[in-house]
T-cell receptor
Framework: SQQGEEDPQALSIQEGENATMNCSYK?????LQWYRQNSGRGLVHLIL?????REKHSGRLRVTLDTSKKSSSLLITASRAADTASYFC????????????FGAGTRLAVHP | DTGVSQDPRHKITKRGQNVTFRCDPI?????LYWYRQTLGQGPEFLTY????????KSRLLSDRFSAERPKGSFSTLEIQRTEQGDSAMYLC????????????FGAGTRLSVL
């Protein structure tokens, strides 16, 4: 079964607005990653945050991690129509062989 | 193209037939993963190879499923006696020790079992 839960399941916004997606997980982790998937395609890595980090930025992306609440958030600022995709958080457990445990994803639609 | 490649992209088969998928990872990556994704869900881990050794298998990988990575390069995933419940997207990913567990995914093989 999947570990993570994303919230919301779907998000619809206008270009230029910010999009925030949340992820919760259940067990101790080594790190947490966010991936993007365009319809019917493979996943693309966006950003990784380690368990000892609280916030990380990459371009228009900002990720936060709260290990006490076992949650993370992904903020996309100034969204573009090209950001339309599904976004998944994925966790990697300590001591494992780095397999990723994915949530069910947030489907983001950005309208021009 | 130096990314992860999967073949075929689409496979339609009848129930009870055997199917085999191939994954070619990024050449310098020694770690290779298989995942399965059904509509509206995130990928679920199936199995993991480090070089040619299969180090972990999910309980999702029933005895009808077998994966190999004979020379530590490409990998194959075979499903025997396919069932309608096997219909899904099968994703392959690879990673290198240097990048930790950032995984690079192929475009996937979409299997439809009729």
């Amino acid at each position: 079964s999947q570990q993570g839960e994303e919230d919301p399941q779907a998000l619809s916004i206008q270009e230029g607005e910010n999009a925030t997606m949340n992820c919760s997980y259940k067990t101790s982790i080594n790190n947490l990653q966010w991936y993007r998937q365009n319809s019917g395609r493979g996943l693309v890595h966006l950003i990784l945050i380690r368990s000892n980090e609280r916030e990380k930025h990459s371009g228009r992306l900002r990720v936060t991690l709260d290990t006490s609440k076992k949650s993370s958030s992904l903020l996309i600022t100034a969204s573009r129509a090209a950001d339309t995709a599904s976004y998944f958080c994925a966790t990697s457990a300590s001591g494992g062989y780095n397999k990723l445990i994915f949530g069910a994803g947030t489907r983001l639609a950005v309208h021009p | 193209d130096t990314g992860v490649s999967q073949d075929p992209r689409h496979k339609i088969t009848k129930r009870g037939q055997n199917v085999t998928f191939r994954c070619d990872p990024i050449s310098e990556h020694n770690r290779l993963y298989w995942y399965r994704q059904t509509l509206g869900q995130g990928p679920e881990f199936l199995t993991y190879f480090q070089n040619e050794a299969q180090l972990e298998k999910s309980r999702l990988l029933s005895d009808r499923f077998s994966a190999e990575r004979p020379k530590g390069s490409f990998s194959t995933l075979e499903i025997q006696r396919t069932e309608q419940g096997d219909s899904a997207m099968y994703l392959c990913a690879s990673s290198s020790r240097q990048e930790g567990n950032i995984q690079y995914f192929g475009a996937g093989t979409r299997l439809s079992v009729l």
